[in-house]
C-alpha cells in the first residue's frame, strides 16, 4: 500500500505540475494573444492615423489643384481679355488711319480739281488775253497798213 501511496502522491505531484504548467503555459498564452492584440490594436491605430493624414494630404492637394485651376482660367480670362482689348485697338485704330487716307484722298482730289480748274481758267484768261492782243495787234497793223497807204 505504501507503494501505491507513493505511487498516488507521486502521481498527484505530476499532476500538480502538470496543472501548473498548464496554468503557465495557458498565461503565457493569454499573454501572448494580449500582446498580439495589442500589437494589431497598434497597427490598426497606425493604419487609421497614416490614412487619416493620406485623406488630409489628398483635401490639401485637391485644393491646391483647385485653386492653380481657377488661377489658370483667370490667366486664360485676362489673356483673352487684352487679346480682344488689342484687337478693338487695332481695328479703331485701323479704321481711324483708313478715315484719315480717305480724307486725305478726298482733299488730295479736290486740291487737284481746284488746281486744274485754277489753271484751266487762267489757261482760257489767258487766251482771252492771247485774243485781245491779237485783234489790238491786227489793228493796230491795220492802222498802219491804212497809214502807209495814205502816206
Sequence with gaps: MTQRNDELIHA????RDLKRTVLALRQELENAHAEAAAR???????AKAETAQLEATIVVLREELEEARVD???AVQ???????NDTQQL?????????????ARID???S?????????????????????????????????QA?????
Design 72 to 74: 489658370r482660367e483667370k
Design 12 to 15: 498527484q505531484a505530476e499532476l
Design 91 to 103: 481695328k479703331a485704330t485701323d479704321t481711324a488711319l483708313r478715315d484719315a487716307l480717305e480724307i
Design 112 to 144: 487737284l480739281e481746284k488746281a486744274a480748274s485754277a489753271a484751266n481758267a487762267e489757261i482760257a484768261q489767258l487766251h482771252g488775253t492771247i485774243r485781245a492782243l491779237r485783234e489790238q495787234n491786227e489793228m493796230l497793223s491795220a492802222k498802219r
Design 108 to 110: 488730295k482730289d479736290n
Design 78 to 84: 485676362q489673356a483673352v481679355a487684352a487679346s480682344h
Design 147 to 151: 497809214e502807209s497807204v495814205k502816206n
Design 40 to 46: 494589431l490594436l497598434k497597427s490598426a491605430v497606425d
